[in-house]
């Protein structure tokens, strides 16, 4: 589990260097998540986020990607398809994230492919079948 999360931060980090982030120095790059924190998938998602913070935590430490923080916004979705649809939405909409990374299970995932793809947003899936 914890080679799959930092293979995806190295995959965050190779990400903004190819799609050129170019913003402000002090401002974040926000990582979107929706895992299943609770739940009957709360044993896939629980470490799934403990994980994720802490290589957050680690890369801020180090001084960011780029020279930007991570700021991680999460929702705990409970191994449902709906809760996901409007967690994303909300990632999307309200919290403008930059990158989205999640869900715990297939079902969850396939159920915000649709509106990740649309809006365009870089998207790292947790999900072993998807």
């Not at 998938?41 to 470490?47: I, M, Q, V």
């Not at 409007?86 to 492919?113: H, Q």
């Not at 870089?122 to 999900?127: E, G, H, K, R």
Request: aromatic share 6%; hydrophobic share 50%; no cysteine.
């Amino acid at each position: 589990m914890r080679r799959i999360i930092r293979n995806m931060a190295l995959v965050l980090a190779a990400s903004w260097l190819f799609f050129g982030a170019a913003a402000q120095a002090a401002e974040p790059i926000r990582i979107g998540t929706f895992l299943s924190v609770t739940g009957p998938a709360s044993f896939l998602g629980d470490p799934e986020l403990k994980t994720l913070q802490m290589y957050i935590a680690d890369i801020n430490n180090r001084g960011g990607v780029l020279g930007r923080k991570l700021e991680l916004v999460h929702y705990d979705v409970q191994h449902l398809a709906d809760k996901a649809r409007t967690a994303v939405k909300r990632l999307l909409e309200d919290d403008k994230v930059d990158i989205i990374v999640g869900g715990s299970t297939t079902g969850t995932t396939m159920a915000v492919a649709p509106l990740v793809e649309k809006a365009g947003v870089p998207f790292i899936s947790l999900a072993g079948a998807v």
